[in-house]
């Protein structure tokens, strides 16, 4: 298993906090990286599988069982199955810190973000802090593969069991029950009434329209169903992680500016599947390749961003556009732009809105292999270059 660049992070956050959050999509690494970690602490850490009844038969009594684990790291899967537990950890962190213990006493994985964030934030306000895990990244992979990954990485996406699958047609029959998966099980499991067929049509939509602006009416004539109805299942993908509602940069420049959100599938692998592009030709063939490969490294970069930053887009009325602004802080933004093309061109209306936010710097992320200045000012950098940027952001800034 390749080695996930996120486990420095998450062990420093539990020597920080008393209780973790792991949110990401189900198979995308959570579980595993949560074993290793037990398995280092060995008796100091104990694991639960709610999913598992006889697990959740342990925490028949919540009180007592945790008060017996007071000293170890208990980490708590799919927690969304035992929701009446968040209560009980408030009480049980707040004996732990009376007795000493200030931090590293639990670790919550889960699949559904929102449910997770509102259930813990009103239980356990002050008390955790959340991480993110979602499939692997460039930035994992590439440094132990090698750049020629990269296409494949594209192809078959970051779930661990699709990217490490022994060929490009095993890669391509596991994404396609996964995605059942969710359409028929994880999907109702959190309490959600919707026929399986309405979500699959739904979430094949967008994939068609990748990296489009969100059309909801134009949806709900397709589906035959209301307005808020394509709003509720749009909420429910992007609450499973499975896709990124990227929100327009809107402060005032004197201009009229899009306000709608921009719709991405955030695995390049689930996307391929749902428009039944199982090798790298048939997508490189199809008219959605340039906005698949435009996601597929935006995730990248938006995953090596430092904490508290906030991604957005630019478009104003008159077409001026950003693919990706990153507001570093309120007076610091970066603009990217994403081409697949070996030879990318820089073009005029992404200059101008680079002026309209005042980027402090301008970057054409490409898959090539080589940094080169652009015109305007901008750079020119390869995906791993950009993800480097981005994680170290004040390092030229410093140098300026």
């Keep these: 298993m390749l080695p996930r660049l996120l486990k420095p992070t998450l062990e420093n956050r539990l020597k920080q906090f008393p209780a973790v959050a792991l949110l990401g999509p189900r198979q995308s690494g ?55 537990i968040f209560a009980v950890l408030r009480g049980e962190i707040d004996a732990r810190r009376r007795a000493g213990e200030k931090s590293g006493q639990f670790l919550i994985l889960g699949s559904a973000a929102l449910d997770l964030l509102r259930q813990s934030s009103e239980s356990l306000a002050g008390r955790i802090s959340f991480l993110e895990l979602m499939p692997f990244q460039p930035q994992e992979v590439l440094p132990v593969d090698g750049v020629e990954a990269a296409d494949k990485l594209w192809l078959r996406g970051g779930f661990p069991s699709s990217y490490l699958a022994e060929n ?60 808020h109805a394509v709003s509720h ?28 959100p921009k719709i991405y599938l955030r695995d390049s692998g689930l996307l391929h599947s749902l428009l ?65 093309s070996l030879s990318p061109n820089v073009e005029k209306g992404f200059h101008v809105a ?28 390869p995906l791993l270059d950009a993800v480097k940027a981005v994680d170290k952001p004040g390092a030229k800034a410093a140098k300026r």
């Design 354 to 381: 680079s002026a309209d936010i005042k980027a402090e710097r301008k970057i054409l992320v490409y898959p090539g292999q080589d940094a080169y200045p652009g015109t305007g000012g901008a750079e020119v950098l």
């Design 30 to 84: 959570k579980t595993t990286l949560a074993l290793e970690l037990a398995e280092e602490r060995k008796d100091k850490a104990v694991y639960l599988d709610l999913e598992n009844p006889a697990d959740r038969r342990r925490l028949d009594d919540p009180v007592a069982y945790l008060r017996a684990q007071r000293g170890r790291l208990v980490i708590l899967d799919e927690i969304h199955r035992v929701p009446e």
């Design 276 to 340: 039944n592009l199982p090798t790298l030709n048939d997508v490189l063939g199809h008219p959605i390749a340039g906005a698949s490969w435009e996601g597929f490294a935006m995730e990248a970069i938006i995953a090596a961003a430092p904490d508290g930053t906030k991604p957005h887009f630019y478009r104003s009325a008159t077409g001026h556009e950003i693919d990706l602004v990153l507001e570093l802080s309120a007076s610091r933004r970066w603009a990217f732009e994403f081409k697949k």
């Design 168 to 227: 490009d047609q095993e890669s391509s029959l596991w994404r396609a029950s996964f995605i059942r998966s969710y359409l028929e099980r994880d999907i109702p499991q959190f309490g959600v009434r919707i026929p399986a067929e309405t979500v699959e049509r739904f979430w094949t939509m967008l994939a068609h329209t990748q990296g489009g602006l969100f059309n909801g009416h134009r949806l709900a004539q397709s589906l035959g169903v209301g307005w």
């Design 233 to 260: 299942y749009l909420g429910l993908l992007a609450d499973l992680m499975l896709v990124r509602r990227l929100s327009p940069w809107t402060a005032n420049v004197g201009k009229r500016l899009v306000k709608s």
